[in-house]
């Protein structure tokens, strides 16, 4: 098991926020040192989160995510950051730090180990949830997982990181307060302020005023919710619609959340016990979470109150409750088969309830909905959307709680994290009260940018080279590249024409009529008079070349390919890919 345990210690820069008037005052009493922080991804987007911070001749990286990909990038499985910032400076990179074990920040780690092994930090169970991502990829024996502690700290270069422990909607998550020779950086990962979290482990308000009154450099913080005004629910607001739905069902209850949703899951758990129901865990990722969180302690798994999916259509539908996974629609989880009645264990009755007890990921919605009208066909009742009390509750925090972090901190710099640029700029509109309380500048990013500080102060300082990495069938090997993916858009909007060409490799003369094949793409012409024309074209191509350019593979494809491509974009306003094939006999 390569998993160490760390003891306790005794983008172009879009926009420049508000500063305070006045030229800044310099870092007095520090070395004439730079920092620079490189967001990778996740900024001016939501997931692919992944910021590089250098420090001298040390780089350290926090999180490594992915995101799943939109409708333009056809057969693409995930994403990842383009790591080539840090391969470039592979002998400085010092490690990974993880705030938690969302997809969208550890994602990524099989794909950047595949590429530069360093050690990676973070809880217990974010390590352990990424240890199953190295194993699917075969990365695990060769990876160094380093375990810390919440509260604890590790040193990497010049760099000592402080696990900080805040409440979102997954178990063990952290903040992280890193000391540097310039300062201290505060990097939020992903929060909200829960007062009464599930599993009793408390927000670390102290740890956050206690770094502010020392004084913070700089501060980084989520902006997923800065849209929502208040404060986000807590975890537990969820239990009183769960406890409503159990007690007015009368056949199975189907619930669908996050792998990742412990906390949810607990809840699930109790709720069901409470009822008198057993309980089928379905879906790989969700039964791999459920075993990870049981076997660490963050879940308490009732005696008696699993049932295995085999024996799910022997248990009475009152007494059934089956947790899904495929919150988001995807083809092949197992809330998606159910929906279509093609799982194997499951299916779908009328009367049965199906609760998302979900997020809908921007993007996402025409797959979940799309899955939904599959539910309804079976004669099943949905509980989804906003509702109160609510089926599902954010993990981030909303403006107020945003206000919260950035009045405890209290920042000389601040960039927002974690959303699309409207979000981030509202969140750097958001801390201009702070101007009077020492903040100078507020900097909005995108991926790519480059932040810049020394003694002199922050500045915006360039590009780094960043951009996405696509991978098919979620494999390190299998990088999709843009050349693909446009082609792929090309076939799905204008189809594909393959003109069929036999020439005999002697004469340089065509043995035949040219046959023409097409897939995806209609002619305005009528069938056989496109093909008649078609071949028309091609053969008076072939008569104006010369026997040298006939002889001449990469030639008269490319020749035959632009000729006939006028034709068709001139007879039907469509593009489609001409892929021409050259026989010789």
């Given amino acids: 098991m390569p998993v160490t345990a760390v003891a306790d210690p005794p983008a172009t820069a879009s926009r420049q926020g508000p500063k305070a008037k006045g030229k800044p005052k310099p870092l007095v009493d520090v070395p004439d040192i730079k920092l620079q922080v490189v967001p990778l991804g996740g900024l001016g987007e939501f997931g692919m989160n992944c910021m590089a911070i250098c420090c001298g001749e040390d780089i350290l990286v926090v999180d490594c995510g992915m995101m799943f990909p939109d409708d333009g990038l056809l057969g693409v499985d995930i994403v990842t950051p383009d790591f080539t910032f840090l391969e470039e400076r592979r002998e400085q990179v010092r490690g990974v730090v993880l705030t938690h074990a969302h997809e969208d920040h550890i994602g990524g780690v099989p794909f950047l180990l595949g590429r530069l092994n360093v050690p990676v ?135 669908s959340c996050f792998s990742s949703a412990i906390h949810r899951i607990q809840q699930i758990l109790d709720v069901s016990e409470e009822h008198g129901r057993k309980v089928a865990l379905l879906g790989r990722s969700l039964e791999s979470a459920t075993e990870t969180a049981h076997r660490l302690g963050l879940l308490n798994i009732p005696d008696g109150i699993l049932l295995r999916p085999d ?67 079976r004669g099943a009742d949905i509980v989804y959307g906003n509702m109160n009390p609510p089926v599902h509750v954010s993990g981030h925090g909303s403006r107020e709680e945003l206000s919260l972090m950035l009045n405890l901190v209290r920042p000389r710099y601040f960039v927002p994290l974690h959303g699309e640029y409207r979000q981030l700029d509202r969140h750097a509109r958001l801390a201009q009260h702070l101007t009077h309380h020492g903040l100078e500048s507020s900097f909005v990013l995108e991926s790519g940018d480059i932040l810049e500080i020394d003694r002199d102060g922050a500045r915006k300082a360039g590009k780094a080279p960043v951009g996405r990495i696509c991978i098919d069938s979620g494999s390190v090997d299998e990088i999709v590249g843009d050349l693909v993916i446009r082609d792929r858009q090309h076939l799905s909007e204008d189809g594909i024409v393959l003109p069929i060409i036999t020439i005999n490799s002697h004469t340089g003369l065509c043995e035949r009529s040219p046959e023409i094949v097409s897939r995806g793409f209609a002619p305005a012409l009528d069938g056989d008079s496109f093909v008649s024309q078609a071949q028309k074209v091609i053969m008076e191509t072939l008569d104006r070349s010369t026997p040298e350019e006939r002889a001449d593979r990469g030639v008269i494809t490319e020749k035959v390919r632009a000729d006939l491509r006028r034709f068709l974009s001139r007879q039907s306003q469509r593009r489609p890919l001409v892929m021409p094939v050259i026989l010789e006999v």
Avoid: W
């Fill in 121 to 255: 930090y973070g809880t217990e169970f974010t390590l352990a949830m990424v240890e199953r991502r190295l194993s699917e990829h075969e990365l695990l024996d060769g990876a160094s997982l380093r375990v810390v502690r919440a509260g604890a700290k590790v040193r990497l270069g010049c760099f000592e990181v402080d696990f900080i422990p805040v409440t979102h909607s997954t178990a063990s998550a952290s903040a992280l307060a890193i000391s540097t020779p310039l300062g201290v950086l505060i990097h939020t990962g992903d929060f909200k302020i829960d007062p009464t979290p599930v599993d009793n482990v408390l927000f670390g308000l102290h740890a956050f005023a206690e770094y502010g009154k020392r004084g913070v450099l700089l501060l980084m913080s989520d902006s997923t919710n800065v849209d929502r005004a208040g404060f986000s629910e807590s975890e537990r607001a969820v239990q009183p619609r769960l406890d409503e739905i159990f007690s007015s069902a009368d056949q199975r209850v189907v619930i």
């Fill in 311 to 377: 024996d799910i259509q022997g248990c009475a539908a009152n007494r059934l409750t089956a947790i899904v996974s495929g919150t988001q629609g995807e083809p092949m989880s197992a809330l998606s088969r159910i929906a279509v009645d093609t799982h194997r264990h499951l299916t779908l009755q009328r009367g049965d309830l199906v609760v998302h007890s979900a997020r809908i990921i921007p993007g996402r919605e025409k797959a979940i909905y799309r899955m939904f009208n599959h539910v309804a066909r």
